[in-house]
T-cell receptor, first 113, second 113 residues
């Protein structure tokens, strides 16, 4: 069964550094999402992406964040200058067009020190 | 925006008994209500979902009920097994598919052998 994959599984970075989190969505899916989950808290929506454009973003997704689909398979989340409060699990999800079911990847644990 | 409340935050159930987790939502425009299971160190896994044109949906030992008038929906797990131990999240999204999910705060379910 096709799955969403994410790399790396764990990323440790120093405050102020840039990080890129990578995702490979399910191959026939056209909508892509990033969510984050701070330890012990609920999963929060960051951004959705379709047809090479951001379709929606939350207030969390400020200017330090950006997303890109650099090729036909990868979907990336870049955090330009990481802060301590960016420490969280970051989940990528994808879905088919005109579909409700979102399928999540295993996540990347980002630790900012 | 949408707000999803989930109760209880923790639930311990004897193996073989039933477990019920409840969620309420605030936005009457929401029409899709999935449930996700999250095991330790993994991403959320979609286990069952319901759309607003249906009051109940069942899949083997798992069922979801929806009361649109009262704006609440529930997850029912019967004949619980140790592998049902996990954190369960409810979520809600809008009417058009491909929309962001708003998650509840999660329920840690422990099945006591």
């Amino acid at each position: 069964e096709p799955e969403v994959t994410q790399t790396p599984s764990h990323q440790v970075t120093q405050m102020g550094q840039e990080v890129i989190l990578r995702c490979v969505p399910i191959s026939n899916h056209l909508y892509f999402y990033w969510y984050r989950q701070i330890l012990g808290q609920k999963v929060e929506f960051l951004v959705s992406f379709y047809n090479n454009e951001i379709s929606e973003k939350s207030e969390i997704f400020d200017d330090q964040f950006s997303v890109e689909r650099p090729d036909g398979s990868n979907f990336t989340l870049k955090i330009r200058s990481t802060k301590l409060e960016d420490s969280a699990m970051y989940f990528c999800a994808s879905t088919r067009e005109r579909s409700y079911e979102q399928y999540f990847g295993p996540g990347t644990r980002l630790t900012v020190t | 925006g949408e707000n999803v409340e989930q109760h209880p935050s923790t639930l311990s159930v004897q193996e073989g008994d039933s477990a019920v987790i409840k969620c309420t939502y605030s936005d009457s425009a929401s029409n899709y209500f999935p449930w996700y299971k999250q095991e330790l160190g993994k991403g959320p896994q979609l286990i069952i979902d319901i759309r607003s044109n249906v009051g109940e949906k069942k899949d083997q030992r798992i069922a979801v009920t929806l009361n649109k008038t009262a704006k609440h929906f529930s997850l029912h797990i019967t004949e619980t097994q140790p592998e049902d131990s996990a954190v369960y999240f409810c979520a809600a999204s809008g009417n058009f598919g491909n929309e962001k999910l708003t998650f509840g705060t999660g329920t840690r379910l422990t099945i006591i052998p």
